[in-house]
């Protein structure tokens, strides 16, 4: 009991002195599947405490390089309770190109899955695009609270609850670090599973993204390098 105590203390106090990321992060990963490597994945932020860009480019390995390349963009602005984002794309070689648009004022999303084809929807208050939900952490650092999240891909919203599942120091190709780890609640058995580690000195960054699919297959989302300025 005494340890539960001590940890929840701990993330409260976390979460009340967690600080923004710093303005310039670069985090390369390599992706795996079944501990196979499949590609690497680039991402890359900048902010100035005010408003943020988010980019991310997949280059595939070996036969998953035949499918070409993969790049994401996120940019919004930045609130109280974290990343607001405005204008997500989502391109992939011989694929049409996802966007979404959010608008706060009106609390409209607009998701664009195929050319001259849009559809708008209302803007949930807790809404992330794919590659800005694993960095609202660390504008918002989590406290003991489950945290419910909104997620588009610019095809449709996706809901899911995000829960504190403890600390562990994490070795990586890009070093060792004190995360957070994060875990998705399931709502069914045959659900699939994802768990996030965030470092907690570099600002909570996420430096490992665990996915488990219903068939058991493993994606692993591990940083081989992580710079900041």
């Known amino acids: 009991m005494r340890t539960s105590i001590l940890f929840l203390i701990g993330l409260s106090l976390a979460s009340s002195a967690g600080a923004a990321p710093a303005q310039r992060v670069e985090i390369?990963?390599?992706?795996?599947?079944?501990?196979s490597a499949i590609a690497e994945l680039v991402e890359k932020l900048e902010h100035d405490g005010k408003s943020?860009?988010?980019?991310?480019l997949m280059k595939g390995k070996g036969l998953m390089s035949l499918r070409g390349d993969a790049a994401r963009t996120s940019r919004g602005s930045i609130a109280a309770e974290g990343l607001r984002p405005l204008e997500f794309e989502d391109k992939r070689t011989g694929r049409d190109t996802a966007r979404a648009k959010f608008d706060w004022q009106a609390k409209t999303l607009t998701l664009q899955a195929k050319e001259g084809?849009?559809?708008?929807k209302p803007l949930p208050p807790d809404?992330?695009?794919?590659l800005s939900f694993t960095?609202?952490?660390?504008?918002?650092?989590?406290?003991?609270a489950p945290v419910p999240l909104s997620i588009t891909d610019g095809k449709g919203i996706s809901t899911s609850v995000y829960e504190p599942a403890g600390r562990?120091?994490?070795?990586?190709?890009a070093g060792e670090?004190?995360?957070l780890k994060m875990t998705r609640r399931k709502n069914n058995?045959?659900?699939?599973s994802s768990e996030i580690w965030l470092a907690e000195k570099r600002g909570y960054l996420p430096v490992r993204i665990l996915v488990v699919e219903k068939n058991g297959t493993r994606i692993d989302q591990v940083a081989t390098r992580v710079t900041t300025q």
């Open 127 to 130: 809404i992330q695009d794919r």
């Open 28 to 35: 390369a990963y390599e992706l795996s599947r079944n501990g």
């Open 177 to 179: 670090f004190e995360t």
């Open 117 to 120: 084809a849009a559809e708008t």
């Open 52 to 56: 943020y860009r988010l980019s991310a």
């Open 189 to 192: 058995p045959d659900d699939r």
């Open 168 to 173: 562990e120091t994490l070795k990586t190709p």
């Open 135 to 144: 960095y609202s952490f660390a504008f918002h650092a989590p406290g003991t």
